[in-house]
């Protein structure tokens, strides 16, 4: 909370600034309610900053992939009824009470969740729902978590849900949680939380509690604890609907036409020219018959003549259709590789010129960089890391494809050559040659240009990192897997170390039992022994004593 309480109100501004800075450039399309949230919600933006290291470059970028985010994701769309009524009816996640520094509890019951019993998808949906509604009730203020591990076992502990969980506080819910308690965890998943603690940041170490029914009262009031936890609220579970004013859709429309496309144009005079009334109209760019898709695009600025003078439109995607997102899959090489799809679908016959470029070249191997696609055209462009690369540093990456109209009279057509079989439509100009054109033709004033920003995911491979990067997806097949494989390690683990500890214990047992075993047949012997009589003769064993008497 003090590193909150640093921010300064010219940190906020920067933030602020930055931010909406980045938004006007590259027109991402948020929700309206984040937009607001930014310019409103000083608490929210403070958690961004201290979770930064009061680094307000730092924060602007975790801000906008916050955003971006939560716009993929639909976070302020969510509703419980649009999902899985059975998350709301178990009790496995409620709200309830504060702790001793006037934060809200939110409660997992882990009991009652079992692990591959829920679609993960519906799962983090009821996570992020739940962590979306006691941000509106706190009004973006810190909450405490407290995982309910009472009369759990291995089939309760999903490492997918924890994953996912620390990733969600880690990037997009920074600096949310004031304390995180453990109570009454079995001895038998201890092995488990070593892994765990290997996700969480290292300063939010020391946030993690383990309590029990003594030492709960650190932390939570006995009048704030369940009767489970040793307090006096006798609390039984009841969903109970949140009751708020509902949202309006993103940008306030429908989802887009299937089938025709509309640019929204603007007209501007150029420089140098008398100033004029600007108009927007809508006008059919192209129709292709094939779904509008959104990218996270500059819009295209195109030169033509009005009266005499020459004026500017400003057209939207009006050039070519980019991956919005392409993802890296792991070669037998020790690589990761992917293909980033463009398509032409300028308006008219005109070919295409595009340009790619990353954040960090060294680490990639892209083939062509820059190149030619005809018209109606699609070009399958490789992309594969160098070996070594881990997921990690792939997801801190990214990608921007530069496309403009390429004059025909720009480029010889003897120069291009197709780029294989496969692809009669992508060709490899003279790169020197077409390099120079194309820096040409993005500082005219007059060209057509289209930027995309493409985001990076990553399918790691086992043993990789993948959880390092802010926008790095693990493949569910293979994170199921990877965790079965390390949940058999860990039993195996828990049983190499318990197991010699048992045997010692049935060794000494059997050790025990043959003493008492054999000193109860010296007692049993001792009374079988004869008796020796007044006048010193011994009777034999197999005599009774009032036989061997009487025969004396």
């Not at 309590?211 to 939570?220: A, M, P, Q, R, Y």
């Not at 004026?311 to 590789?337: G, M, Q, W």
């Not at 009669?424 to 060209?447: C, E, M, R, W, Y």
């Amino acid at each position: 909370m003090e590193d909150i309480e640093r921010v300064t109100p010219e940190q906020l501004t920067q933030l602020k600034g930055g931010f909406f800075d980045k938004v006007k450039a590259n027109n991402p399309g948020f929700h309206p309610d984040d937009l607001e949230r930014v310019k409103t919600d000083e608490l929210w933006l403070r958690r961004f900053i201290a979770h930064g290291e009061q680094d307000v470059e730092t924060a602007t970028n975790l801000l906008y992939e916050c955003c971006q985010w939560r716009k993929e994701f639909g976070v302020n769309e969510l509703d419980h009824t649009k999902m899985d009524a059975a998350l709301f009816e178990k009790g496995t996640l409620f709200i309830r009470n504060k702790d001793k520094f006037g934060k809200k509890l939110l409660i997992f019951k882990a009991k009652h969740h079992q692990k591959g019993t829920v679609d993960m998808e519906q799962l983090q949906k009821f996570i992020v729902y739940y962590f979306e509604r006691i941000e509106r009730e706190t009004r973006s203020d810190q909450i405490s978590i407290i995982f309910d591990m009472k009369d759990t076992g291995w089939q309760n502990m999903d490492m997918d849900f924890v994953r996912y969980l620390i990733t969600l506080l880690k990037t997009y819910y920074p600096y949310f949680v004031n304390y995180l308690m453990i109570f009454e965890m079995p001895w038998l998943l201890n092995a488990a939380w070593k892994i765990i603690k290997g996700w969480l940041p290292p300063k939010f170490v020391d946030r993690v509690k383990f309590v029990d029914k003594k030492t709960i009262k650190e932390w939570i009031e006995p009048d704030n604890q369940l009767t489970d936890w040793g307090g006096s609220d006798n609390y039984v579970y009841k969903f109970e609907p949140e009751v708020r004013q509902k949202r309006t859709m993103a940008n306030g429309r429908g989802p887009p036409e299937p089938k025709q496309r509309k640019a929204k144009i603007s007209v501007e005079p150029s420089p140098g020219t008398p100033d004029r009334t600007s108009r927007l109209a809508d006008h059919d760019v192209y129709d292709n018959g094939s779904p509008s898709t959104s990218h996270s695009s500059s819009p295209v600025r195109a030169a033509f003549q009005q009266g005499g003078n020459q004026a500017f439109v400003t057209l939207e995607h009006c050039l070519a259709e980019v991956d919005e997102r392409i993802t890296f899959k792991p070669t037998e090489n020790d690589e990761y590789s992917c293909r980033l799809h463009i398509q032409n679908i300028a308006q008219g016959s005109n070919s295409i010129v595009f340009k790619i470029k990353t954040t960090s070249p060294d680490r990639y191997r892209v083939r062509p960089t820059i190149a030619v696609i005809e018209p109606g055209a699609t070009a399958k462009v490789p992309i594969t890391t160098y070996p070594g690369i881990s997921a990690s540093q792939i997801g801190r990456d990214r990608f921007q494809v530069q496309v403009c109209i390429l004059p025909k009279d720009m480029v010889n057509d003897e120069s291009c050559e197709s780029m294989n079989s496969s692809n009669q439509s992508l060709h490899n100009s003279n790169i020197a040659d077409l390099t120079s054109v194309f820096k040409k033709l993005i500082n005219s004033p007059g060209t057509a240009i289209d930027t995309f920003k493409v985001a990076v995911s990553v399918e790691a491979r086992a043993g990789d990192t993948a959880v390092a990067g802010p926008t790095v997806s693990m493949n569910e097949e293979r994170m199921r897997k990877g965790l079965d494989d390390l949940e058999k390690k860990i039993t195996e683990s828990v049983y190499n170390k318990v197991q010699p500890k048992v045997d010692r214990m049935m060794w000494m047992m059997y050790v025990i039992v043959a003493f008492l075993v054999a000193l109860f047949a010296m007692q049993w012997l001792n009374s079988r022994t004869s008796l020796v009589v007044d006048c010193g003769t011994s009777c034999p064993d197999f005599m009774p004593k009032v036989e061997c008497s009487n025969n004396n």
